[in-house]
């Protein structure tokens, strides 16, 4: 008889059991991932709240909404990546590939260059 959630037998069907260090430290990196999260979720709140003075309110509200945006699809990801990741322990498969890491650095990094780019062309 499985004695876990109705849940649990949902996301989770068949497999074994695994070590619990091995879920207690997928737990650990779902954790790291959400409060990468909400560090952007934050970050975009910030920029619309107190970035008045700085940015005209079209580019002000366009990074706030592309802070949240990615804030949202990193918590999103987290979760699949979890579920990905603790499926694969469960039934001794490899790991999934990441795909938060890629698209986060590549979205960092444009928004980079393109805020590097707008502050060099600002009159003084």
């Known amino acids: 008889m499985d004695d876990r959630s109705w849940l649990a037998r949902r ?5 074994a059991e695994p070590d619990p260090r091995f879920s207690l ?3 650990r990196t779902f954790l790291a991932w959400i409060r990468t999260a909400l560090a952007l979720l934050a970050g975009g709140i910030a920029v619309e709240a107190f970035a008045v003075g700085i940015f005209e309110p079209t580019v002000r509200k366009g990074i706030a909404v592309l802070l949240i945006l990615l804030g949202m699809f990193v918590s999103g990801g987290a979760f699949m990546r979890w579920l990905g990741v603790e499926r694969a ?12 890491a890629p698209v986060l650095g590549v979205v960092g990094a444009v928004s980079a260059i393109v805020l590097v780019v707008f502050i060099l062309t600002q009159a003084p």
């Open 11 to 15: 996301l989770l069907p068949g497999g």
């Open 25 to 27: 430290a997928n737990e």
């Open 89 to 100: 322990v469960r039934h001794g498969r490899p790991l999934p590939l990441p795909l938060i």
